[in-house]
């Protein structure tokens, strides 16, 4: 690496001992200096330097402040015993705040003091960093923050105020704080009132659910203030300009997991301070050309559908609902008949079944997604394109798409473990009807070290696009679900008189909301023009970017 030229070098004091304190653009790096004295020749005493040298990178150093360090003394008007070196000889310090990592993808938030012989060289480290803090173009100054009271175990509030607003006061970040009302709350203040260009990002404090509100606030936004109709699903869509932070609040937070490496609202605020970005996959799901929502995480049939149904009636058991939800449908065991036809990614690097996982600045996301961009038309949108589509009749106990990995706490590894996270493609799980034995078997893996797919009623695809038409679906303006569901039921249950009573339809849970259709057509989202993001080509499907990049 290029040797950065010095911007400071100073011996400063730190708890008792004297360091080799020195900061160039990229590094703050401290090294002990013994007080020993080591006997060199002609009967001079030199320090010499001992210990290891601590340094931080310049880009997670997160605030500096000058230190009062008489107050520091005191403690309730009663004084304290402070180090004699400190407070005879140094008595000038400034705190440094800077991301330290800790265990499993955790951030925290640590202080280092030097302390100073003079008040001028003290305040010239001040201002040395804060110039370095200034020139980080990529740190958000002004967020608007959205705050559902009500997701997971309903502490968005208190995580907010407790663990995050600290942080970003420390930072110096202004925020404008909304603490949601009612459903689509936020989705509606994004698309229609907000004033976007107040700010540098917004932060979303729940989970899936309000994430995807997020999504579709600032992405309907968007296209309608560039003129572009969200109901065909061949438009390049133009991409968003704020990221999207996310502090976990809610029962899955499996979009935040799947990009930091874990669910904790200290290490998010950090991410988001510091100016992360990672962009992702987001696909756009219609019914009969009209378009009903974007997916970024899950899009689940049958299963996970039928899970999170039964789960809304239970949102007062708080996150505890997908358990007890999980099980019982667990126990119905119900299959759905349909057609999957599937436009498998052929030009891509990678397959669902890598053992490599997907992490920030992930070299096929970058390759992938060059695939995609503008001056590279996809074959499969060419009019003269005729084949590429498999199709697929059967039962199904599920049918999954995974864009992302899927990662919560629940299953660590995800749904689909090797999911990338913004290569245009997204993973698409069929899981046959088998016996209840091998259904379990095949959940219990995503708990395991275990391979989920190596089971001979479970079939994985990566794909660009994805067609669902269930057996029963009678027409193309497909009646209301519910009411035929009821009425084919029945009828399914004449036909098989043996059969468990599976139901005609299942729903579809797109990100933890339910669709109102069971035929869906779905594809990645493809986006005008190309995302730079200082020297590194990002892949750029999705225009969605949160501030949560994975895997350091
Ligand atoms: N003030 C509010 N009152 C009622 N519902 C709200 C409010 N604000 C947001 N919502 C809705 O609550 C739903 C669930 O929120 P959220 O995703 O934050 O939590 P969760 O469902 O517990 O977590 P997860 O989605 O991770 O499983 C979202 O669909 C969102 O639209
Ligand atoms: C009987 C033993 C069961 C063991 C099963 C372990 C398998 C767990 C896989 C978890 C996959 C989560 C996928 C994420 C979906 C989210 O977009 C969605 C909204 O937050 N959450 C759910 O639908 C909540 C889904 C919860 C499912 C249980
Ligand atoms: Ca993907």
Same mark, same amino acid.
């Given at each position: 690496?290029?040797?950065?030229?010095?911007?400071?070098?100073?011996?400063?004091?730190?708890?008792?001992?004297?360091?080799?304190?020195?900061?160039?653009?990229?590094?703050?790096?401290?090294?002990?200096?013994?007080?020993?004295?080591?006997?060199?020749?002609?009967?001079?005493?030199?320090?010499?330097?001992?210990?290891?040298?601590h340094g931080v990178s310049?880009s997670e150093i997160l605030a500096?402040?000058?230190?009062?360090?008489?107050?520091?003394?005191?403690?309730?008007?009663?004084?304290?015993?402070?180090?004699?070196?400190?407070?005879?000889?140094?008595?000038?310090?400034?705190t440094v705040s800077y991301v330290e990592r800790a265990w499993q993808h955790r951030w925290r938030c640590s202080d280092v003091t030097?302390?100073?012989?003079?008040?001028?060289?003290?305040?010239?480290?001040?201002?040395?960093?804060?110039?370095?803090?200034?020139?980080?173009?990529?740190?958000?100054?002004?967020?608007?923050?959205?705050?559902?009271?009500?997701?997971?175990?309903?502490?968005?509030?208190?995580i907010?105020?407790q663990k995050v607003a600290p942080l970003f006061t420390l930072a110096?970040?202004?925020?404008?704080?909304?603490?949601?009302?009612?459903?689509?709350?936020?989705?509606?203040?994004?698309?229609?009132?907000?004033?976007?260009?107040?700010?540098?990002?917004?932060?979303?404090?729940?989970?899936?659910?309000?994430?995807?509100?997020?999504?579709?606030?600032?992405?309907?936004?968007?296209?309608?203030?560039?003129?572009?109709?969200?109901?065909?699903?061949?438009?390049?869509?133009?991409?968003?300009?704020?990221?999207?932070?996310?502090i976990p609040?809610?029962?899955?937070?499996?979009?935040c997991?799947?990009?930091v490496g874990i669910n904790d609202p200290v290490t998010s605020a950090l991410h988001i301070i510091v100016?992360d970005?990672?962009?992702?996959?987001?696909?756009?799901?219609?019914?009969?050309?009209?378009?009903?929502?974007?997916? *970024? #995480?899950? =899009?689940?049939?049958?299963?996970?559908?039928?899970?999170?149904? $039964?789960?809304? &009636?239970? %949102?007062?058991?708080?996150?505890?609902?997908?358990?007890?939800?999980?099980?019982?449908?667990?126990?119905?065991?119900?299959?759905?008949?349909?057609? *999957? #036809?599937? =436009?498998?990614?052929?030009?891509?690097?990678?397959?669902?079944? $890598?053992?490599? &996982?997907? %992490?920030?600045?992930?070299?096929?996301?970058?390759?992938?997604?060059?695939?995609?961009?503008?001056?590279?038309?996809?074959?499969?949108?060419?009019?003269?394109?005729?084949?590429?589509?498999?199709?697929?009749?059967?039962?199904?106990?599920?049918?999954?798409?995974?864009?992302?990995?899927?990662?919560?706490?629940?299953?660590?590894?995800?749904?689909?473990?090797?999911?990338?996270?913004?290569?245009?493609?997204?993973?698409?799980?069929?899981?046959?009807?088998?016996?209840?034995?091998?259904?379990?078997?095949?959940?219990?893996?995503?708990?395991?070290?275990?391979?989920?797919?190596?089971?001979?009623?479970?079939?994985?695809?990566?794909?660009?696009?994805?067609?669902?038409?269930?057996?029963?679906?009678?027409?193309?303006?497909?009646?209301?679900?519910?009411?035929?569901?009821?009425?084919?039921?029945?009828?399914?249950?004449?036909?098989?008189?043996?059969?468990?009573?599976?139901?005609?339809?299942?729903?579809?849970?797109?990100?933890?909301?339910?669709?109102?259709?069971?035929?869906?057509?779905?594809?990645?989202?493809?986006?005008?023009?190309?995302?730079?993001?200082?020297?590194?080509?990002?892949?750029?499907?999705?225009?969605?970017?949160?501030?949560l990049?994975?895997?350091q």
């Amino acid at each position: 690496m290029e040797k950065q030229p010095r911007l400071l070098a100073s011996q400063l004091l730190l708890k008792n001992s004297l360091f080799e304190v020195s900061l160039n653009r990229v590094l703050l790096t401290w090294k002990e200096i013994a007080t020993k004295k080591k006997r060199v020749s002609g009967g001079i005493h030199h320090p010499f330097k001992v210990g290891t040298s601590h340094g931080v990178s310049v880009s997670e150093i997160l605030a500096v402040r000058e230190l009062d360090v008489d107050s520091e003394t005191k403690d309730d008007g009663r004084w304290q015993k402070m180090p004699q070196k400190s407070t005879e000889a140094y008595p000038y310090a400034f705190t440094v705040s800077y991301v330290e990592r800790a265990w499993q993808h955790r951030w925290r938030c640590s202080d280092v003091t030097f302390h100073c012989l003079e008040g001028a060289l003290c305040q010239q480290w001040v201002q040395t960093i804060r110039e370095q803090l200034t020139a980080l173009t990529s740190r958000p100054k002004h967020l608007l923050v959205y705050i559902n009271p009500y997701g997971g175990k309903q502490q968005g509030e208190r995580i907010y105020e407790q663990k995050v607003a600290p942080l970003f006061t420390l930072a110096s970040i202004s925020t404008h704080v909304i603490v949601t009302e009612h459903a689509n709350h936020a989705r509606d203040h994004l698309r229609t009132e907000a004033e976007l260009k107040k700010y540098d990002g917004v932060v979303c404090v729940g989970g899936d659910g309000m994430f995807s509100e997020m999504v579709h606030g600032l992405v309907s936004r968007t296209q309608r203030d560039n003129g572009v109709d969200q109901n065909s699903p061949e438009e390049k869509l133009v991409p968003c300009t704020l990221r999207i932070g996310i502090i976990p609040a809610g029962s899955t937070d499996c979009i935040c997991y799947a990009t930091v490496g874990i669910n904790d609202p200290v290490t998010s605020a950090l991410h988001i301070i510091v100016g992360d970005a990672q962009p992702m996959d987001v696909c756009s799901v219609h019914h009969n050309n009209t378009f009903l929502r974007y997916s *970024v #995480s899950l =899009l689940g049939y049958g299963f996970y559908g039928d899970v999170l149904a $039964d789960s809304e &009636r239970k %949102r007062w058991m708080g996150p505890a609902r997908y358990d007890f939800s999980g099980f019982k449908t667990f126990l119905t065991h119900h299959y759905y008949e349909g057609t *999957v #036809s599937f =436009l498998p990614a052929t030009d891509i690097l990678g397959t669902p079944r $890598d053992k490599t &996982r997907c %992490r920030a600045g992930c070299f096929i996301c970058q390759h992938n997604g060059q695939l995609y961009s503008e001056d590279h038309q996809p074959l499969f949108l060419l009019p003269e394109y005729k084949g590429g589509w498999r199709v697929i009749r059967g039962k199904f106990l599920a049918i999954n798409a995974a864009s992302m990995s899927c990662a919560c706490p629940r299953s660590p590894k995800g749904l689909s473990p090797a999911a990338h996270l913004a290569d245009g493609t997204t993973d698409l799980i069929l899981v046959r009807k088998c016996s209840r034995f091998n259904f379990l078997r095949h959940l219990l893996r995503h708990t395991s070290k275990y391979d989920q797919f190596d089971m001979n009623f479970v079939e994985v695809h990566r794909v660009r696009r994805f067609r669902f038409t269930p057996r029963y679906c009678q027409s193309d303006s497909e009646l209301d679900l519910r009411e035929n569901g009821k009425r084919l039921f029945s009828q399914i249950c004449r036909d098989h008189p043996a059969c468990s009573c599976s139901p005609a339809y299942s729903s579809w849970n797109c990100d933890g909301e339910i669709l109102p259709h069971a035929a869906i057509e779905v594809g990645l989202v493809r986006i005008k023009g190309k995302i730079l993001d200082e020297n590194l080509l990002q892949s750029a499907q999705t225009g969605v970017k949160v501030h949560l990049p994975f895997g350091q």
